[in-house]
């Protein structure tokens, strides 16, 4: 089954904000090694950011979206150990590129019938 240019661009947008995502973990990661270098043992041996919710963009095909989801860094670490799976704000599933694989009150998981590409940052751009 062969899929169509905005099947494809669908997948693209949710890998984007995927990175952004990313980078906001990346970001915290960045402050404990500054922490470290400063000496301040306790940022980084016990900041509880794998405890404490954090506010992540979902992760849904429509490049206009800004909700956000209230996940712990633990959380969303575990549904992204799956490269074809997206956290994305309730009702925000696509049923023709995707299926749910996890639901709450507060957001879902989805997964791609095809692999999303892996870096599309040079296509779409976040500011």
């Known amino acids: 089954m062969g ?3 905005s099947d ?3 997948a693209e ?3 984007v904000f995927r990175h952004a995502n990313e980078r906001v973990i990346s970001s915290i990661t960045e402050l404990k090694a500054v922490a470290a270098e400063d000496g301040q043992q306790a940022m980084v041996e016990d900041t509880g950011l794998d405890k404490i919710p954090l506010q992540f963009i979902c992760e849904c095909v429509k490049d206009t979206c800004r909700k956000r989801i209230s996940l712990t860094l633990q ?3 575990k549904y992204h150990r799956n490269k074809r799976q997206f956290v ?3 009702g925000h599933n696509n ?5 749910v694989v996890k639901k709450t009150d507060t957001h879902m998981v989805v997964k791609k019938y095809i692999t999303p590409p ?6 779409h751009p976040i500011s």
């Open 13 to 15: 947008n949710e890998v």
């Open 8 to 10: 494809i661009r669908m």
């Open 95 to 99: 049923p023709k590129i995707e299926r």
């Open 75 to 77: 959380e969303y670490q």
């Open 3 to 5: 899929q169509s240019l």
């Open 118 to 123: 892996e870096n599309v940052d040079t296509l």
């Open 88 to 90: 994305v704000f309730p």
